[in-house]
């Protein structure tokens, strides 16, 4: 049944460990937290959409049977009703309230946050709120490539859309399976601080890295670099053995960091936090100055491990503080929290 109002919040995410492993078909251990962008849609007469950004005093007003392209947050909005119809489900006219607290650019996925609660008021408004997840995930995904102009993978998307509160989620891109893997974190704290550096090359980096995975995966004649091994890699041209090797291995740490979670060692979590960390830093070249400077601040002040989150190439370090170590200046604690849901 369609109703006459539907509100829908949609979490920001951490990415514990599994960086760029996504669109290779690998594994990720991504948590939601507590931050995220809540949807208010009430239904309304006639073929628009109206929607208004509260935090930025921005507003917007489109055909809801043919959206043009927009940027910024605009683009969310309309290439989300786009997707969804495009998808084949039910939408419907609606006048949008759009607010949230997940710090912009702080690699917390601010963008699937507001992705994810626009797909479930519009469904819920429309009286489908039980679409399958996965499929929001998917057109959530396909709004970022198609109207946004971010070629990301799922990662983002179905940690908002899965979450659950105290785990992190083991996520199978080849399969789509995801498993929730309880983060007791025994008192010890995940953190994550700005670089101080905006990440201004980070959509050709990331989109360079995306044609040398596929490039590399064609050249060992594989589907994805989910089937790759370390051995295999070795003998690809430079840099692409040195990209292969990264998934590689990082797929094998996402393994290990479930295993150190489930034993209850957070010492080896920070270990293969910093082994992440120089993997991105040396294999993939993914990282900057200003976030090599963060990391070596974070260890010097305690933390067990350090690493570059998210796509890289700036933005922000995640750490794990030991107990009784004091989170820098600035630092923001991160917490498994739940997944999007109705409010
Ligand atoms: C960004 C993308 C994700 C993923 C990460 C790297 O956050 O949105 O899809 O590829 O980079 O792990």
Known sequence: MPAERAAAFGPGRVNLIGEHTDYNAGLSLPFAIAAGVTVTATARPGGEVVARALDLGESDRFALADPAPAHGWRAFVRGTVAELAAAGLPVRAAALEIRGD??????????????????????????????DRLE?????????????????????????????DGHALRIDFRTLAVTAVPLDL????????????????????YNERR?????AAELLGVATLRDATVDAAADLPEPLGRR?????????????????????DLCAVGALLD???????????????????????????????ARMVGGGFGGHVLALL???????????EVCPGPGARLV
Do not use: F, K, M
């Not at 710090?103 to 946050?113: D, E, H, I, T, V």
């Not at 025994?186 to 050709?204: F, I, N, Q, Y």
């Open 244 to 264: 292969a090797r990264h998934v590689s291995e990082e797929n094998a740490r996402v393994e290990a960091t479930i295993a150190a979670l489930r034993a209850g």
């Open 322 to 332: 030991p107990p009784g170590t004091a989170a820098p200046e600035g630092a923001l």
């Open 136 to 164: 929001l995930a998917r057109v959530a995904s396909r709004v970022e490539n198609a109207w946004v102009g971010a070629r990301t993978g799922l990662l983002d998307q179905i940690a908002s859309l899965l979450g659950r």
């Open 275 to 305: 082994a992440s960390h120089a993997s991105l830093r040396d294999l993939y070249d993914a990282s900057t100055a200003a976030v090599e400077r963060t990391v070596a601040a974070l260890r010097a002040a305690g933390a067990a491990g």
């Open 186 to 205: 025994r008192g010890w704290r995940l953190v994550t601080v700005g670089s101080g550096e905006a990440r201004a090359h980070a959509a050709s980096g």
């Open 102 to 131: 997940v710090p912009q650019g702080a690699g917390l996925s601010s963008s699937a946050a507001l992705g994810v609660a626009l797909c479930l008021a519009l469904t819920a408004l429309a009286g489908v709120p039980d679409t």
């Open 211 to 215: 044609r040398e995975c596929a490039q």
